[in-house]
């Protein structure tokens, strides 16, 4: 694991367009809470061994810490290309963590992450309208506004 969201993508963008020789995307996202500092971040999905007992543990963390606990989602996406140095694009969603789990749909920390204005968490949102808000959504979009895709041809 790198210590960086954008290392940790273009890692995994390198790894695959090295082995195929092909163009490669990688990720990274994590949820930061400000009430702790950020964590857990770069450590979100090690948080523990399943995602139950992740959204457990960060709420445990959370006990006892004033409300509201803001929070925001960030994902950065890597584009490598054989003979060009990789890119990165982030993205990141603001929010709130709420003490109860809210729904069904998404994955992760999606149904204790409230999204501003909707009065929704990601867990409630069918995908289409997480797409709208979505920290993974706005790091693809930022990708595709960039041109990236559209210099690989060129």
Same mark, same amino acid.
């Given at each position: 694991m790198g210590e960086t969201y954008a290392g940790? $993508? %273009? @890692?995994?963008?390198? =790894? $695959?367009?090295?082995?195929? *020789? +092909? &163009?490669? +995307?990688? *990720? *990274?996202? /994590?949820?930061?809470?400000?009430? @702790? /500092?950020?964590? &857990? /971040? @770069?450590?979100?999905? !090690? @948080? $523990? &061994? =399943?995602?139950?007992?992740?959204t457990a543990e960060l709420l445990k963390r959370l006990? /006892?810490?004033? !409300?509201?606990?803001? $929070? %925001?989602?960030?994902?950065?996406?890597a584009l490598a290309a054989p003979g060009r140095p990789a890119e990165t694009f982030e993205g990141e969603c603001r929010g709130e963590i709420v003490p109860?789990?809210?729904g069904q749909a998404g994955f992760g920390y999606d149904p204790i992450f409230l999204v501003p204005g909707t009065g929704k968490t990601f867990g409630e949102m069918p995908p289409e309208e997480k797409r709208l808000y979505s920290h993974r959504a706005r790091a693809v979009r930022a990708m595709l506004e960039s041109g990236a895709l559209e210099r690989l041809s060129g």
């Open positions: 940790n $993508a %273009r @890692l995994k963008a390198e =790894t $695959a367009c090295g082995r195929a *020789d +092909l &163009p490669a +995307l990688g *990720d *990274d996202s /994590g949820v930061e809470v400000q009430a @702790l /500092g950020g964590f &857990p /971040g @770069l450590h979100s999905a !090690r @948080l $523990a &061994p =399943t995602q139950v007992e992740r006990e /006892g810490k004033p !409300r509201p606990w803001n $929070a %925001r989602f960030v994902c950065v996406v109860e789990w809210r």
